[in-house]
């Protein structure tokens, strides 16, 4: 498949080129999705599944059973159109930077806030059903 040279495209549109637009859900957002994997993924010289060459790190990530079904379920349907295969843990790595890089810097502290204020409630619920020893 080609890749899209946006630069070229909008020099012969007349247009200027200022960034990049991202769609978020439904059809475009799927397509986005596809687009982004069609355009990082690559063979490696060695052979075997495309991946994305900036990746250099890899990491067991306990996941609940749905989770897995949705992967696999978007993972098969972006694979199924033919623009590239994408496994379920490839998709979920994407997935989890285009999140990164949709949070902004100030509203990182208020993810991390609330998420350990949801820990703690967890963490004082199991020690309520928990009884005591002595």
Known sequence: MKKLKMEKIAKRLGAERRGKATAHSGYFGAAQLAEDISARFK???SGG??????????RLVPLASD?????EKLSKE?????LVRVEPMQLA??????????VKESDRKTLIDRALQTLDAESSEEDMETPASG
């Open 78 to 82: 972006i694979s199924r159109d033919g």
């Open 67 to 71: 989770t897995l079904k949705s992967l």
């Open 43 to 45: 063979v490696p010289a």
């Open 49 to 58: 599944r495309s991946t994305d060459p900036s990746w250099d790190k890899k």
């Open 93 to 102: 790595a994407i997935v989890l930077e285009k999140f990164l890089e949709s």
